[in-house]
């Protein structure tokens, strides 16, 4: 009998975490918001400093998995979802060029975070674009900036898997389709 009312309460512990803890829920009929979902669950537990963003943001990007190779020259690419307020409104693809001191591939996990609409509205059109990184990555241990706002965008990322040490200048490209409205 003790043993059930142990499950009861973990379960309700849960559910009401759930319910006060996450504004959006992913479509289950889509898995790349089943993953984006997945992707912010292990932010949350990997890199607790990320809350803060959650709580503040207007809306962000979440690209679950992100693929990059480079030695010279290199190149990386994802696929996710953006999210407005509590609601999906489109899906996202990054791709960027590299170029300069790097060698190795990893696979890592990539949220830009909206401080305000005028910069998710920036973001819907096309024009972000970032130039210039340096960090380290082995196995799932990953170095990356402290995220700060930078004309209203932050981004945080989370290494995956792989190894990969770089000093690069290189250009990236999101684009933004919105969700058809149902």
Sequence with gaps: MK??????????ALLIGNLADAAWEADVDS?????????????????????????????????????????????AYGKGT???????????????FTS????GAKNFSMIVFFKDKEALDNFK???VQFMGQAGLAF??????GTPAYNDGVAIVTMTRFGLMGEFTISGA???YKQIAAE
């Design 3 to 12: 043993y059930f009312r142990v499950i009861g309460l973990l379960v309700a």
């Design 31 to 75: 898995k790349t918001q089943v993953k984006a979902a997945r992707a912010i669950t292990q932010f949350r537990a990997r890199l607790p400093r990320t809350e803060q963003y959650f709580e503040q943001a207007y809306g962000y990007a979440i690209y679950p998995s992100v693929t990059r190779v480079g030695f010279g020259f290199g190149g």
């Design 82 to 96: 953006v999210i407005e307020g509590d609601s999906a409104v489109g899906t996202t693809r990054f791709s960027q």
């Design 100 to 103: 300069g001191i790097q060698a």
């Design 125 to 127: 059109t096309g024009n």
């Design 139 to 144: 196995a799932t241990v990953g170095m990356a």
């Design 173 to 175: 490209k999101f684009s």
